[in-house]
């Protein structure tokens, strides 16, 4: 028997690249693909790649330059950009990069199999379209391997909100949900295979309206749904919109026992003119009512954010306002950038904060945001959380899991194994976990 290719799949960014690489890696495992860990021993190497960070399209042409070599080595090997990247740059990436055999689309990387046969060819293969067909469904099953305790899985792709800083909609395409029944179907296998807890998917997932037995699903109908799943524990979702934050789905946090109290809720901006001139459609004032809704229905729920900090036109009396609420909110975690230009988006062509005044901006903001962080963090302690464990951790006999509240959470006794979902008694906050016993 010949031995099998050898696939090797670098990702960047978010969680639903993450997902994707699995699909990727699943869809070529049907064309005798095995995943290694090195480029070095690869017959198959594909950078799954991000948009958002600044300077995307140049770290991933750096990175390509750094397979001169190994291509020079192994003439057979078939190299390849995924992502979002790709769908932005297209052919530019196979003139700028010759080595680049394959560039595909995130919507399209059903279509591998057939790329990857043609590149065997001597051909190059592309494929950044929008197709009308379902790519969940065009793919392979996924094979029954055991999987460890937590799995992501999308549920809806592509963004219609287009603000003013974001390229996801020229990526990603229009939002698109898919079916609820085909959801139900991906996270009972995944059950089947070891998983006790889900992550929902989707660049706006709160915007879910998904075919259903009786018509279009909400994302609360979707998450009722799935707590009917025997074996499934916990349901999470990520990433959301203030303005897509249904009444049903405020209720389920507060009356669905799978459905974890965390909550990322991206607001970007404090200051209601910064977040008209982002097209963020709603105000500051309308997302602390919002808060208020969620905490009366789940008092204990943590919150997550993102900020966008430095963005064109905004004044210190704007950035005052993003530190207000930050102050009002208190988020359990959070994430904060400067501000860095999208070619193609509104936002890119309007005046630039200088960007020293970013700087300091930023950390002042992540330091305020650090002390909330702490503080909730540290508030843990003499509680009792329910621990999923999902790896060992650095000492001897130590095993890490995450509690209902996403905090990272080590213990040190031996009788813990990964998958096990445990009560555990909070003794000591550290800089970035918390340490406890067994209940």
Same mark, same amino acid.
């Given at each position: 028997?010949?031995?099998?290719?050898?696939?090797?799949?670098?990702?960047?960014?978010?969680?639903?690249?993450?997902?994707? *690489?699995?699909?990727?890696?699943? #869809?070529?495992?049907?064309?005798?693909?095995? &995943?290694?860990?090195?480029?070095?021993?690869?017959?198959?190497?594909?950078?799954?790649?991000?948009?958002?960070?600044?300077?995307?399209?140049?770290?991933?042409?750096?990175?390509?330059?750094? !397979?001169?070599?190994?291509?020079?080595?192994?003439?057979?090997?078939?190299?390849? %950009?995924?992502?979002?990247?790709?769908?932005?740059?297209?052919?530019?990436?196979?003139?700028?990069?010759?080595?680049?055999?394959?560039?595909?689309?995130?919507? *399209?990387?059903?279509?591998?199999?057939?790329?990857?046969?043609?590149?065997?060819?001597?051909?190059?293969?592309?494929?950044?379209?929008?197709?009308?067909?379902?790519? !969940?469904?065009?793919?392979?099953?996924?094979?029954?391997?055991?999987?460890?305790?937590?799995?992501?899985?999308?549920?809806?792709?592509?963004?219609?909100? !287009?603000?003013? !800083?974001?390229?996801?909609?020229?990526?990603?395409?229009?939002?698109?949900?898919?079916?609820?029944?085909?959801?139900?179907?991906?996270?009972?296998?995944?059950?089947?295979?070891?998983?006790?807890?889900?992550?929902?998917?989707?660049?706006?997932?709160?915007?879910?309206?998904?075919?259903?037995?009786?018509?279009?699903?909400?994302?609360?109908?979707?998450?009722?749904?799935?707590?009917?799943?025997?074996?499934? &524990?916990?349901?999470?979702?990520?990433?959301?919109?203030?303005?897509?934050?249904?009444?049903?789905?405020?209720?389920?946090?507060?009356?669905?026992?799978?459905?974890?109290?965390?909550?990322?809720?991206?607001?970007?901006?404090?200051?209601?003119?910064?977040?008209?001139?982002?097209?963020?459609?709603?105000?500051?004032?309308?997302?602390?009512?919002?808060?208020?809704?969620?905490?009366?229905?789940?008092?204990?729920?943590?919150?997550?954010?993102?900020?966008?900090?430095?963005?064109?036109?905004?004044?210190?009396?704007?950035?005052?306002? #993003?530190?207000?609420?930050? &102050?009002?909110?208190?988020? =359990?975690?959070?994430?904060?950038?400067?501000?860095?230009?999208?070619?193609?988006?509104?936002?890119?062509?309007?005046?630039?904060?200088?960007?020293?005044?970013?700087?300091?901006?930023?950390?002042?903001?992540?330091?305020?945001?650090?002390?909330?962080?702490?503080?909730?963090?540290?508030?843990?302690?003499?509680?009792?959380?329910? %621990?999923?464990?999902?790896? #060992?951790?650095?000492?001897?006999?130590?095993?890490?899991?995450?509690?209902?509240?996403?905090?990272? %959470?080590?213990?040190?006794?031996?009788?813990?194994?990964?998958?096990?979902?445990?009560?555990?008694?909070?003794?000591?906050?550290?800089?970035?976990?918390?340490? =406890?016993?067994?209940?």
């Amino acid at each position: 028997m010949s031995e099998p290719k050898k696939l090797y799949i670098k990702t960047y960014g978010c969680q639903m690249n993450v997902y994707d *690489s699995e699909r990727m890696s699943e #869809t070529l495992g049907g064309q005798g693909y095995v &995943e290694t860990q090195s480029p070095d021993d690869a017959d198959m190497i594909l950078l799954n790649t991000c948009h958002i960070r600044e300077k995307a399209a140049e770290k991933v042409y750096s990175e390509l330059g750094r !397979f001169k070599g190994l291509k020079a080595e192994k003439p057979d090997l078939k190299i390849g %950009v995924a992502g979002c990247v790709a769908q932005a740059e297209g052919e530019e990436i196979m003139r700028r990069q010759p080595l680049v055999d394959l560039v595909v689309g995130p919507q *399209s990387y059903h279509r591998l199999p057939e790329m990857e046969a043609k590149t065997r060819t001597g051909a190059k293969a592309l494929d950044t379209d929008f197709p009308e067909e379902d790519k !969940f469904e065009k793919l392979k099953n996924r094979p029954k391997a055991k999987r460890g305790p937590t799995a992501f899985l999308t549920v809806q792709e592509g963004c219609d909100k !287009f603000c003013a !800083f974001c390229v996801v909609p020229y990526t990603r395409g229009v939002e698109v949900s898919r079916p609820a029944d085909r959801i139900i179907r991906e996270a009972q296998d995944l059950v089947e295979r070891g998983v006790r807890e889900i992550t929902l998917l989707g660049q706006n997932v709160n915007a879910y309206h998904g075919a259903g037995a009786n018509g279009d699903m909400t994302l609360a109908g979707l998450i009722w749904e799935l707590n009917k799943v025997d074996g499934l &524990e916990r349901i999470r979702f990520t990433t959301s919109h203030p303005n897509d934050m249904a009444d049903d789905l405020i209720e389920a946090h507060g009356t669905c026992d799978k459905l974890m109290p965390y909550l990322h809720l991206p607001v970007q901006s404090g200051s209601d003119r910064i977040l008209k001139r982002m097209n963020r459609s709603h105000t500051a004032d309308s997302y602390l009512r919002l808060i208020e809704r969620i905490r009366a229905a789940r008092p204990d729920i943590v919150m997550s954010g993102d900020f966008i900090v430095g963005f064109p036109e905004e004044t210190d009396e704007d950035f005052q306002a #993003t530190m207000d609420l930050v &102050e009002q909110v208190k988020y =359990g975690y959070a994430y904060s950038f400067k501000y860095s230009t999208r070619p193609g988006t509104p936002a890119a062509e309007r005046p630039q904060v200088d960007p020293a005044a970013a700087d300091e901006r930023l950390q002042r903001l992540q330091a305020l945001i650090t002390q909330h962080q702490r503080e909730i963090q540290d508030a843990m302690v003499g509680r009792k959380v329910r %621990v999923l464990f999902e790896k #060992t951790g650095r000492l001897p006999g130590q095993m890490v899991g995450k509690s209902e509240y996403l905090h990272s %959470v080590h213990v040190s006794e031996a009788d813990v194994a990964v998958g096990d979902l445990r009560e555990v008694l909070i003794t000591d906050s550290g800089a970035n976990s918390l340490a =406890g016993a067994l209940v």
